[in-house]
């Protein structure tokens, strides 16, 4: 091979580097929102979520650079941003104590009332962490995110069925963790 | 039938995920039973609260310091460049320093043998001529002396054959001893 046709390879390569980084700054653009979001609410911690979205997205990369069709991203990510929280919170690093969620803004014109509903949203926020891994990502991925449960199996790799014994489970302990935890406050 | 059947049900009629097939059964119930119904709106409410609570947006400063977090990953050279560079680099600083502290050369001296030509013969005496004769026949004078001896002290040039290790290469050294003999005698 002469050093023209070397030259040319070589060009050809940075040029398709610079293509893939294109391509993927341009699909992390449009998905960054969804996946830090389901990070946030999987993990309960802003920063864990950071990294976490930064570890999905690296993955992300490395799957384009191996040529794999993608053929529906964001089903992907979903499935990668469980996983990957699944593992932050196995390592430890994931587990929060309260949320710290952002204040939500109150626009009731009753303070007590105010003061009630940001408590219950709080209360609800709190209800998430007692629930198992898989009863977590079902929720939030069905009731938050918005997937059907057929999307939400397959981003979990469970049967539809199950996910919906999951949800199911998850929406009535939720429900009877917010009712005590405003009994105790009475 | 308890009411404690129908939980799983309900809780999934209250986010809509129910399957067609059991909507009607659902229905039937929840019209029939207060404390259900009651159960549902519950159910309905939370899930109300909980997608409210996570309705707050996302800082863009977030998005972009996890988005530049990532690129600077993505277009960072390949870690296994930095490995080559680096043993290159090793591989040139231990090159430079087995150049600089290695041993002086050791030159090999040709094998030379050396071949000293034979002593000259020694001097021979001739017998002085009978019935006395002069005073300076019988004792000859330093003259006479160094005429007597001329013919075997003159000196012969040295002459030192050097072989070596190359077959082709042979070395005479000849050393004329001429000169250092007239030194002897000026002295």
């Known amino acids: 091979m002469n050093s023209l046709a070397l030259i040319a390879a070589a060009t050809l390569t940075i040029d398709r580097k610079a293509e893939t980084a294109a391509r993927f700054e341009a699909l992390m653009r449009s998905h960054e929102r969804m996946v830090l979001a389901t990070a946030w609410r999987l993990l309960g911690n802003l920063e864990d979520a950071k990294d976490a979205s930064q570890e999905v997205f690296l993955r992300f990369y490395r799957r384009m650079g191996e040529r794999e069709e993608c053929t529906n991203p964001a089903g992907w990510l979903y499935r990668v941003t469980v996983n990957v929280c699944h593992d932050h919170r196995r390592r430890g690093r994931g587990e929060t104590q309260v949320e710290e969620f952002i204040e939500p803004v109150d626009t009731a014109p009753d303070p007590q009332r105010a003061l009630t509903d940001s408590e219950r949203q709080a209360a609800v926020r709190m209800s998430l962490r007692i629930l198992s891994e898989k009863e977590r990502a079902a929720v939030v991925l069905r009731d938050l995110e918005g997937l059907s449960t057929a999307e939400v199996a397959a981003a979990l790799g469970s049967a539809e069925a199950t996910v919906r014994s999951q949800i199911a489970k998850a929406r009535v302990k939720m429900k009877n963790f917010v009712e005590s935890y405003f009994r105790r406050r009475i | ?187």
Request: net charge neutral; charged share 25%; hydrophobic share 45%.
């Open chain 2, 1 to 187: 039938m308890n009411c404690l059947d129908w939980e799983e049900r309900i809780a999934l009629e209250a986010g809509g995920d129910l399957p067609a097939t059991e909507v009607s059964a659902v229905e039937q119930h929840l019209a029939a039973c207060s404390e259900c119904r009651a159960f549902r709106d519950a159910l309905s409410g939370n899930l109300e609260l909980l997608r409210q609570a996570h309705q707050a947006p996302i800082a863009e400063a977030q998005l972009a310091a996890v988005r530049a977090r990532v690129m600077a990953e993505v277009t960072r050279p390949p870690r296994w460049r930095w490995v080559w560079l680096g043993g290159l680099a090793a591989a040139a600083v231990t090159a430079m320093l087995l150049v600089a502290l290695r041993p002086a050369r050791v030159v090999e001296l040709p094998h030379v043998a050396v071949c000293v030509p034979p002593a000259p013969a020694p001097p021979v005496l001739r017998p002085l001529p009978r019935g006395g004769g002069s005073v300076a026949a019988r004792f000859p004078s330093r003259d006479r002396k160094g005429a007597v001896l001329a013919s075997a002290s003159e000196p012969e040039p040295l002459v030192v054959k050097m072989i070596t290790t190359d077959p082709d290469v042979v070395i005479y050294w000849i050393a004329d001893r001429t000169a250092d003999r007239t030194g002897d005698t000026d002295r």
